[in-house]
């Protein structure tokens, strides 16, 4: 379990292909401190860490994480969200962020608010009954708060202490973002739909 606060951005220094599934060796400033086999959310994807050396450490996307998320479209030198979970004696600053990503958004606007941002994402219908004004939504693992929702979309507002310490600010027009909506809407479709 993640909470949507980015501890740290990571740099991809390399990929590989073999078969179905991608290997990704990620630098960040929290590499050395990470261990192998714990749970790291890479753009609010969690993955497996392998192999740690110094400053990196390795994880493998296999074929459904690679289908359902925007990790295929990741390349050498990419930014990414670094998050490892949460520590249950703590607070939870964001909200309850599981890394299993639903879906993927496009984004179609972003507008420079001259001391915010605001974003507008496109995502499928099918998942309209999952997002609610000004309810919880992780867009590449940042836990952000959706507004302005119609059945394919919504806004967030991005704050400046966001902007500058997670991978939001290299979303432009027509970047995928991976999308996780609040766990606890789904648990509600699902009793709705079984009743």
């Not at 693992?141 to 400046?160: E, H, M, R, W, Y």
Request: net charge negative; glycine share 8%.
């Amino acid at each position: 379990m993640f909470t949507g606060i980015i501890e740290t951005i990571g740099i991809i220094k390399s990929i590989t292909q073999n078969g179905s599934n991608y290997t990704y060796l990620i630098q960040s400033s929290i590499g050395e401190e990470l261990k192998v086999d714990q749970s790291v959310a890479h753009d609010g994807v969690c993955l497996t860490v392998e192999q740690i050396n110094g400053d990196t450490h390795q994880v493998t996307a296999i074929a459904e994480t690679i289908v359902k998320t925007n990790l295929a479209q990741w390349k050498p030198g990419a930014v990414v969200n670094i998050e490892r979970c949460m520590v249950m004696n703590g607070r939870l600053d964001g909200h309850i962020v599981q890394g299993h990503v639903d879906c993927t958004a496009i984004c179609v606007e972003r507008l420079d608010k001259e001391g915010s941002w605001e974003y507008r994402f496109e995502f499928p219908t099918q998942f309209a009954s999952l997002i609610i004004e000004k309810g919880s939504i992780a867009v590449n693992g940042t836990s952000l708060t959706c507004f302005d929702i119609t059945n394919n979309s919504f806004k967030v507002a991005i704050i400046p202490y966001t902007f500058e310490h997670t991978s939001i600010k290299q979303v432009m027009a027509e970047t995928t973002v991976n999308i996780e909506f609040d766990i606890l809407g789904k648990y509600v479709q699902r009793l709705t739909q079984l009743s």
